[in-house]
C-alpha cells in the first residue's frame, strides 16, 4: 500500500468547511484512498473511498487529483463532533481476500466554536 | 443496515486471568472479521482475521488466541493475561470489497 503524508494538525471554526489534505505520490492505478476517523476513545470510523472520481456520501466529499497524487476530505458544515483524528490510507482492494488495514499518524481535527 | 457490537466495553483483569472478548455483526452475511488491537497514542495492529467459520490467521505471535464459532460471531481470548495485554481491542467486519467497520471497542487493563 501507497505511504501517505497528512498535516498533524488543523483548526476549523464550526459551521464552516474543514478541507483535510492527503498526499500520496506514490499511489498505482488499482489502488484507492479511504477515508477513516476516529474520536476519542471510540473504535475509528469509515467515512469514505474512491479510485479517481470525486465522490459524496452523507458525512463528506472526497476530491482527487487528476494525477491521483492527492487527495482532500470535506466536511461541508463541521460541527464539534467532528473533532477526531482523520486518517487518509491508500490501499488497493483484493476482492475475497481480507488484509491488514494500516493507520498512519492522521490529522488532528479540532473544530472550535 | 449493518451492527458490530462487542462486550464488554471496559474491563479491568488482574495478570493471569483469562480474557474472552465477544464480537458480533448484524445484517451482513460471510463477512471477514478482524481483532485490532490499539496501544495507548499508538497505531492499529491487526492480531487475528478470519474469512469464514473456523478460519483463522495470526498475524502476531503472543498469548491470546481467537475463534469464530458461528458466521457473525468473533472471540478473542487469554488463558493467561500479560500486563502487555492492556490495550483497546477492536473487532471489525469487512465487506466482499474488504472495506472494514469497527465495533465501538473494549478497553483493556491489566492489573
Known amino acids: 500500500d501507497a505511504k501517505t503524508t497528512q498535516p498533524p494538525s488543523m483548526d476549523c471554526a464550526e459551521g464552516r468547511a474543514a478541507n483535510l489534505p492527503c498526499n500520496h505520490s506514490t499511489i498505482s492505478g488499482n489502488e484507492y484512498v479511504y477515508w477513516y476517523r476516529q474520536i476519542h476513545s471510540q473504535g475509528p470510523q469509515y467515512i469514505i473511498h474512491?479510485?479517481?472520481n470525486n465522490e459524496t456520501n452523507e458525512m463528506a466529499s472526497l476530491i482527487i487529483t487528476e494525477d491521483r497524487k492527492s487527495s482532500t476530505l470535506i466536511l461541508p458544515h463541521a460541527t464539534l463532533r467532528d473533532t477526531a483524528v482523520y486518517y487518509c490510507?491508500?490501499?488497493?482492494?483484493?476482492?475475497?481476500?481480507?488484509?491488514?488495514?494500516?493507520f498512519g499518524s492522521g490529522t488532528q481535527l479540532t473544530v472550535l466554536p | 443496515s449493518q451492527t458490530i457490537h462487542q462486550w464488554p466495553a471496559t474491563l479491568v483483569q488482574p495478570v493471569g486471568s483469562p480474557l474472552s472478548l465477544e464480537c458480533t455483526v448484524e445484517g451482513t452475511s460471510n463477512p471477514n472479521l478482524y481483532w485490532y488491537r490499539q496501544a495507548a497514542g499508538r497505531g492499529l495492529q491487526l492480531l487475528f482475521y478470519s474469512v469464514g467459520i473456523g478460519q483463522i490467521s495470526s498475524e502476531v505471535p503472543q498469548n491470546l488466541s481467537a475463534s469464530r464459532p458461528q458466521d457473525r460471531q468473533f472471540i478473542l481470548s487469554s488463558k493467561k493475561l500479560l500486563l502487555s495485554d492492556s490495550g483497546f481491542y477492536l473487532c471489525?467486519?469487512?465487506?466482499?470489497?474488504?472495506?472494514?467497520?469497527f465495533g465501538p471497542g473494549t478497553r483493556l487493563t491489566v492489573l
Open positions: 490510507i491508500v490501499r488497493y482492494i483484493s476482492s475475497g481476500s481480507a488484509r491488514q488495514l494500516t
Open positions: 471489525a467486519w469487512g465487506n466482499p470489497l474488504d472495506t472494514q467497520y
Open positions: 474512491g479510485l479517481k
